[in-house]
């Protein structure tokens, strides 16, 4: 049987209250571990609830960066969803309106804040 067809898309932003430290570099540290779990509790009941919710499969935490400002913390996640025919179809100018309706304007994710300019879908 054919694998069902998958589109994955990138999510970018960035999180104002979290410390950019060296050990969010790397995926084996517990600091990486324990933050992604938490992005995961905050990114996917986000997206199930966005016009890609019913073909949402799941989302991947790829890198904690450091930003510009130290005290920031850039998260880059890859996110994907099945691409049937029978699916919403994936349009990132919806997404990210939805994301940002649901963040409160870009600048909530559950206990963080968020750089309002910092949203990127596929971008």
Request: with cysteine; aromatic share 10%; glycine share 4%.
């Amino acid at each position: 049987p054919l694998a069902p067809a998958v589109k994955n898309f990138t999510l970018n932003f960035t999180i104002t209250n979290l410390q950019f430290t060296a050990d969010l570099e790397k995926p084996s540290s517990r600091r990486f571990k324990s933050t992604e779990k938490v992005m995961y509790h905050y990114i996917d009941p986000l997206l199930r609830r966005s016009s890609v919710g019913p073909a949402y499969i799941g989302c991947k935490v790829m890198a904690f960066r450091s930003t510009k400002n130290r005290d920031d913390t850039g998260v880059d996640a890859m996110c994907s969803c099945r691409d049937e025919p029978s699916d919403p179809e994936f349009n990132r100018a919806t997404i990210y309106h939805e994301l940002s309706k649901m963040t409160d304007g870009i600048t909530k994710l559950g206990h963080y804040s968020l750089n309002s300019q910092s949203l990127y879908v596929n971008g």
